[in-house]
Nanobody, 121 residues
């Protein structure tokens, strides 16, 4: 089995910062693309940021310049540093990873359980 475990969510005031973490565990050959997605009440899940195994990143326009995605391949982990948080950033944030399992010749997408981020005064 493969598991993604997230941490770091919480309540923060506008302008504040949070750092989300996600670590993969289980049996797998490699982790390829990883990313963070979010879903606000009444809205569809949307991509926030992605990062390739080699470290190439992409960001949604709404978070560009405020959020930073990074990864530690030795720890099978991905992080999202969020700064200058706005009320519209309030959502459940999900970690995603495309993982190559042992003896399986294609990638499988996995999701974390989600962590709540609330930006409010």
């Amino acid at each position: 089995q493969v598991q993604l475990v997230e941490s770091g969510g919480g309540l923060v005031q506008p302008g504040g910062s949070l750092r989300l973490s996600c670590a993969a565990s289980g049996s797998f050959f490699s982790i390829n693309d990883m990313g963070w997605y979010r879903q606000a009440p009444g809205k569809q899940r949307e991509v926030v940021a992605t990062i390739t195994r080699g470290g190439s990143t992409n960001y949604a326009d709404s978070v560009k310049g405020r959020f930073t995605i990074s990864r530690d391949n030795a720890k099978n982990a991905v992080f999202l540093q969020m700064a200058s948080l706005k009320p519209e950033d309030t959502a459940v944030y999900y970690c995603n990873a495309r993982i190559r399992r042992l003896a399986i010749a294609y990638d499988i997408g996995y999701w974390g359980q989600g962590t709540q981020v609330t930006v409010s005064s």
